[in-house]
């Protein structure tokens, strides 16, 4: 059973850092991307970015490039999300997620069409 668990949310201010971990198990041999996508209050659910267990290319969302790092530890099967001059406009609950690598797959990930969902945490960006 594939389980994932996400980490690290916090109050913090604008312009400061965060990082969450999202532990993923129960994988086997497929190659899989795992991401993270965010919700606030009122808003959709928007993918924020993912890396591939293939290739570890990553992916983000244009609200984030420049601000947001990816990456991974296979060593631990974790995702690791750096957040940086965070804006008040990040605050939401961030979801861990996985799903199946493919030639559709950046179109699944924006849609949110992921096959294993983790429990999400809060970050909350003080203005």
Do not use: H
């Amino acid at each position: 059973e594939v389980q994932l668990q996400a980490f690290g949310g916090g109050l913090v201010q604008a312009g400061g850092s965060l990082r969450l971990s999202c532990a993923a198990s129960g994988f086997k041999s497929e190659n899989y991307i795992i991401g993270w996508f965010r919700q606030a209050p009122g808003k959709r659910r928007e993918g924020v970015s993912y890396i591939s267990s293939s290739d570890s290319m990553p992916y983000y969302a244009d609200f984030v490039k420049g601000r947001f790092t990816i990456s991974s530890d296979n060593a631990k099967n974790t995702v690791y999300l750096e957040m940086n001059n965070l804006k008040p406009e990040d605050s939401a609950v961030y979801y861990c997620a996985a799903g199946r690598t493919g030639w559709d797959q950046v179109e699944r990930f924006i849609m949110g069409a992921m096959n294993y969902w983790g429990q999400g945490t809060q970050v909350t960006v003080s203005s």
